[in-house]
Nanobody
Framework: QVQLVESGGDLVQPGGSLRLSCAASGMIFSIYAMGWYRQAPGKEREMVAV???????TYADPVKGRFTISRDNTQNTVYLQMSSLKPEDTAVYYC?????????WGQGTQVTVSS
């Protein structure tokens, strides 16, 4: 069974940085694209960044130039480095992948950007 476990969420001041981690198990991690999504209160879940099995990266416009997605296939972990954080980045951040046509999600980690 695929399991995704996020960590690293915290309260951070505007302009600060944070790194999220997502540890995957129950899958051949290296062959699947991995993604980060977020959901703010009262809003729909939205894509933040995706990294392909070969390392190609896609970012949502609001985070381009501020967030970096990366992966460590030796640790079965995907990361999201976030910098220049803004209050509008406040959300629950979820890790996701699609294995054999089925989407899997982690439990989410809360990121709050506030002074």
């Amino acid at each position: 069974q695929v399991q995704l476990v996020e960590s690293g969420g915290d309260l951070v001041q505007p302009g600060g940085s944070l790194r999220l981690s997502c540890a995957a198990s129950g899958m051949i991690f290296s062959i699947y694209a991995m993604g980060w999504y977020r959901q703010a209160p009262g809003k729909e879940r939205e894509m933040v960044a995706v990294i392909g099995s070969g390392g190609s990266q896609t970012y949502a416009d609001p985070v381009k130039g501020r967030f970096t997605i990366s992966r460590d296939n030796t640790q079965n972990t995907v990361y999201l480095q976030m910098s220049s954080l803004k209050p509008e980045d406040t959300a629950v951040y979820y890790c996701t992948c699609n294995v054999a046509g089925r989407p899997f999600w982690g439990q989410g980690t809360q990121v709050t950007v506030s002074s």
